[in-house]
Each structure stands twice: as C-alpha cells, then as structure tokens.
Nanobody, 121 residues
Framework: QLQASGGGSVQAGGSLRLSCVASGSDFDYYAIGWFRQAPGKEREMVSC???????GYADSVKGRFTISRDDARNTAHLQIDSLKPEDTGVYYC?????????????????WGQGTLVTVSS
C-alpha cells in the first residue's frame, strides 16, 4: 500500500516536497514512479527512480523536479521547485515490481491515492 502526501496550494515559483510512504516489505526491490494528472488530461509520468536509484524525468520537469528514495524508511520523495501553473494536478506515486524505471502506467502494480498540487499564477 502506498500513501502520498505533501500537496498543497502554492504560487508560481514556489516549492513543494511530496512524499510516498509504502507499507510492507521489499520496498527496495521496487521502482517508484510519480505521475501527474491534470484536469481533463491523461495521467503522465513525471519522474521515476529504480531500485538501483537510477532516475528518469519527463522533459517538462527536468531541472525543476528531483526524485529520491530512502529505502530504510520505505519512502520516496519528489522535490518540486520553480512551480508553474501547468504543474497543477493530482500527483500519484506508484510502485513497479520489476525495479526498473518506466514511464508506462501499465508497468506499475501499486498506486497511492494521490495528492493535489495547485499552482496559481
């Protein structure tokens, strides 16, 4: 089970730190992905981190988002800086048992409930 938190309402240029806490064992075997779903749009991957801590980012967030994980605490984080109004959406964390980075929603086995990020201009 995954629990995402840390969303909120911020002004453009601000920052947020999202957290994803997993229950259960073997967290370090899973890759973790962060997905975003903007109103009226498809859910898209914004960042992912493999079991070996390799990272991947969508082009739209490179240089502004930083993903990390703390396997000892079964936690992954997404640091979001220089927020833009187009970053608005519900952010979901997901776990992929293959352990590798992937942008495909279908490759993720477990999903958190989502946390809302709203960025005003």
């Amino acid at each position: 089970q995954l629990q995402a938190s840390g969303g909120g309402s911020v002004q453009a240029g601000g920052s947020l730190r999202l957290s994803c806490v997993a229950s259960g064992s073997d967290f370090d075997y899973y890759a973790i992905g962060w997905f975003r779903q903007a109103p009226g749009k498809e859910r898209e991957m914004v960042s992912c981190i493999s079991s070996s801590h390799s990272t991947g980012y969508a082009d739209s967030v490179k240089g502004r988002f930083t993903i990390s994980r703390d396997d000892a605490r079964n936690t992954a984080h997404l640091q979001i800086d220089s927020l833009k109004p187009e970053d608005t959406g519900v952010y979901y964390c997901a776990a992929n048992r293959y352990g590798r980075t992937s942008s495909g929603k279908s490759e993720y086995d477990y999903w958190g409930q989502g946390t809302l990020v709203t960025v005003s201009s």
